[in-house]
């Protein structure tokens, strides 16, 4: 039996996203941030900044038009 961490439910458009994509670390690679920085957006304890925050929002608008991939 293989122990693993608490599983982190992540909730409005950035779960969404990530579940999208395929997972936290999927979406953390695209944006090239860490898993945990991605966990910390979708909580609301940080906020994007920055490129990673034009990414995400490049993101979101593929997502609205139906072409993420």
Same mark, same amino acid.
């Given at each position: 039996?293989?122990?693993?961490?608490? %599983?982190?439910?992540? %909730?409005?458009?950035?779960?969404?996203?990530? #579940? +999208?994509?395929?997972?936290?670390?999927?979406?953390?690679?695209?944006?090239?941030?860490?898993? +945990?920085?991605? +966990?910390?957006?979708?909580?609301?304890? #940080?906020?994007? +900044?920055?490129?990673?925050?034009?990414?995400?929002?490049?993101?979101?608008?593929?997502?609205?038009?139906?072409?993420? %991939?």
């Amino acid at each position: 039996m293989s122990k693993k961490g608490p %599983e982190i439910q992540l %909730e409005g458009p950035i779960g969404d996203l990530a #579940r +999208r994509i395929g997972s936290v670390t999927k979406l953390a690679q695209k944006l090239g941030v860490e898993p +945990r920085t991605i +966990r910390n957006w979708a909580q609301g304890k #940080r906020t994007p +900044r920055g490129p990673a925050e034009i990414l995400l929002n490049a993101l979101f608008e593929q997502q609205s038009k139906g072409k993420l %991939e």
